[in-house]
């Protein structure tokens, strides 16, 4: 300013003139080498840095670059230009001084809020972050900075010290409270949803209350996000997931296994004993030949032994037709190529209904996969659909109208065939 102010002198000017003159200049002196300043560190630092992020080994550093830390951390060189200059300008010192070091702050703030997001990228890249997720303490610690940040900037603008401001929040406790409710209880949530390890990221969950069914694609401070099959996404609160039930399908996903639990409705009345053309016929059933062999030879010795008149069917022991298809599909179920046959496995009656006899499956997939897992569903259903007829036995359906419009038309058949 002096410089500039002797070098005016020799013009002989208004010192009026010569007063503003030398202040305009002084300015933009001041903001060339702002802009030189910038130009430098954008142009050139920055470009150095990029350069040897892009070409080292390590990836932490490139989160820090995707981020922007570098570009933000490049805002502080015109801020302390101006802060160094500002004794050039007496009346208006203080004012320059407060201006820059609030500008100061907020652009650390702003670094401080890349780099938090970049430590947490940095952290997701390891496989603890699926089951250890730390994005709802990052925005705990971004709520605490801010609110710090903002104090300080306050404080720095009155000119007071930050701790009188500080003093005077606990007068405040129960607003903040009140405004800070959903993060405060997101924060307790989280803490309990990752220490007791209740849901990851990747996890299929379902929430009925909230009409969630589907993968977790992230989980924050106050909201957990959950993709449905649908494509659609749905916000459930943190605290939701501590305070209400819901379903975690990952107990399924690693066990290698997902569970087949079906019936067919047998008509009761197409049950009955095996004949001796029934007996026969299921020998030359690959899955159950040596079944039948073995069977029918326990069963002779047993009445022979205890002398029973098989005049009688009821008389002893005999096979029936549904005990065979039950066999038939446990030996179907325990060659099949889609079943895991290291989990449970079990072919049951369960207590007969007004639609029939149900015999239920109960078995498991040996792929997780939906659209696998309906396909190995289907593919053992189509078949025994196809083969219960082969057993003498009917599947049960309520009737539809074109069985009501047969049995309409049968009585008028029977009528013409007596004309």
């Given at each position: 300013?002096?410089?500039?102010?002797?070098?005016?002198?020799?013009?002989?000017?208004?010192?009026?003139?010569?007063?503003?003159?030398?202040?305009?200049?002084?300015?933009?002196?001041?903001?060339?080498?702002?802009?030189?300043?910038?130009?430098?560190?954008?142009?050139?630092?920055?470009?150095?840095?990029?350069?040897?992020?892009?070409?080292?080994?390590?990836?932490?550093?490139?989160?820090?670059?995707?981020?922007?830390?570098?570009?933000?951390?490049?805002?502080?060189?015109?801020?302390?230009?101006?802060?160094?200059?500002?004794?050039?300008?007496?009346?208006?010192k203080d004012l320059i001084e407060k201006?820059?070091?609030?500008?100061?702050?907020?652009?650390?703030?702003?670094?401080?809020?890349?780099?938090?997001?970049?430590?947490?990228?940095?952290?997701?890249?390891?496989?603890?972050s699926k089951t250890r997720p730390m994005k709802g303490y990052i925005q705990v610690v971004k709520i605490i900075v801010i609110t710090l940040g903002i104090i300080v900037v306050i404080a720095n603008l009155i000119g007071e010290s930050p701790v009188i401001l500080l003093s005077g929040i606990g007068a405040l406790s129960a607003v903040l409270m009140l405004v800070f409710k959903d993060s405060l209880l997101g924060l307790v949530a989280g803490i309990q949803l990752s220490s007791n390890d209740m849901v990851r990221v990747g996890d299929?969950?379902?929430?009925?209350?909230?009409?969630?069914?589907?993968?977790?694609?992230d989980i924050s401070l106050n909201t957990v996000q959950v993709q449905n099959w649908d494509k659609t996404i749905t916000m459930i609160p943190s605290y939701a997931?501590?305070?209400?039930?819901?379903?975690?399908?990952?107990?399924?996903?690693?066990?290698?296994?997902?569970?087949?639990k079906r019936s067919l409705f047998i008509d009761t009345n197409s049950i009955s004993f095996c004949t001796e053309e029934m007996i026969e016929k299921f020998k030359s059933i690959h899955y159950l030949s040596d079944y039948i062999i073995n069977r029918e030879q326990e069963i002779i010795e047993h009445n022979?032994?205890?002398?029973?008149?098989?005049?009688?069917?009821?008389?002893?022991?005999?096979?029936?037709?549904?005990?065979?298809?039950?066999?038939?599909?446990?030996?179907?179920?325990?060659?099949?190529?889609?079943i895991n046959h290291d989990m449970t496995l079990m072919v049951r009656q369960l207590a007969p209904t007004e639609h029939g006899l149900p015999v239920e499956i109960y078995a498991f997939s040996n792929d997780v996969r939906w659209a696998v897992y309906e396909s190995v569903q289907a593919d053992i259903f189509d078949h025994l659909f196809a083969v219960a007829r082969e057993f003498g036995l009917r599947l049960f359906q309520s009737p539809s109208g074109n069985d009501l419009r047969t049995m309409l038309d049968e009585p008028k058949s029977e009528i013409e065939r007596g004309h």
């Amino acid at each position: 300013m002096d410089f500039i102010s002797n070098w005016l002198s020799d013009y002989n000017l208004n010192p009026t003139v010569h007063k503003y003159l030398s202040t305009i200049i002084t300015i933009l002196f001041i903001a060339m080498i702002c802009i030189i300043a910038n130009f430098i560190t954008k142009k050139i630092v920055i470009r150095i840095i990029t350069h040897i992020v892009n070409n080292n080994k390590y990836q932490w550093d490139n989160m820090l670059l995707d981020r922007k830390v570098f570009h933000k951390l490049s805002h502080f060189v015109p801020a302390i230009i101006i802060y160094n200059f500002s004794t050039t300008f007496d009346y208006f010192k203080d004012l320059i001084e407060k201006g820059a070091i609030t500008y100061l702050i907020i652009v650390g703030l702003l670094v401080l809020n890349s780099l938090l997001n970049a430590i947490n990228d940095i952290y997701q890249t390891y496989e603890i972050s699926k089951t250890r997720p730390m994005k709802g303490y990052i925005q705990v610690v971004k709520i605490i900075v801010i609110t710090l940040g903002i104090i300080v900037v306050i404080a720095n603008l009155i000119g007071e010290s930050p701790v009188i401001l500080l003093s005077g929040i606990g007068a405040l406790s129960a607003v903040l409270m009140l405004v800070f409710k959903d993060s405060l209880l997101g924060l307790v949530a989280g803490i309990q949803l990752s220490s007791n390890d209740m849901v990851r990221v990747g996890d299929w969950i379902q929430m009925p209350k909230y009409g969630a069914d589907g993968d977790v694609i992230d989980i924050s401070l106050n909201t957990v996000q959950v993709q449905n099959w649908d494509k659609t996404i749905t916000m459930i609160p943190s605290y939701a997931l501590i305070s209400d039930s819901f379903i975690n399908w990952r107990g399924m996903q690693v066990s290698g296994g997902r569970r087949i639990k079906r019936s067919l409705f047998i008509d009761t009345n197409s049950i009955s004993f095996c004949t001796e053309e029934m007996i026969e016929k299921f020998k030359s059933i690959h899955y159950l030949s040596d079944y039948i062999i073995n069977r029918e030879q326990e069963i002779i010795e047993h009445n022979m032994k205890n002398e029973i008149n098989r005049s009688n069917p009821v008389n002893g022991r005999a096979l029936t037709n549904i005990g065979v298809f039950r066999v038939y599909i446990s030996h179907y179920l325990e060659k099949h190529s889609g079943i895991n046959h290291d989990m449970t496995l079990m072919v049951r009656q369960l207590a007969p209904t007004e639609h029939g006899l149900p015999v239920e499956i109960y078995a498991f997939s040996n792929d997780v996969r939906w659209a696998v897992y309906e396909s190995v569903q289907a593919d053992i259903f189509d078949h025994l659909f196809a083969v219960a007829r082969e057993f003498g036995l009917r599947l049960f359906q309520s009737p539809s109208g074109n069985d009501l419009r047969t049995m309409l038309d049968e009585p008028k058949s029977e009528i013409e065939r007596g004309h």
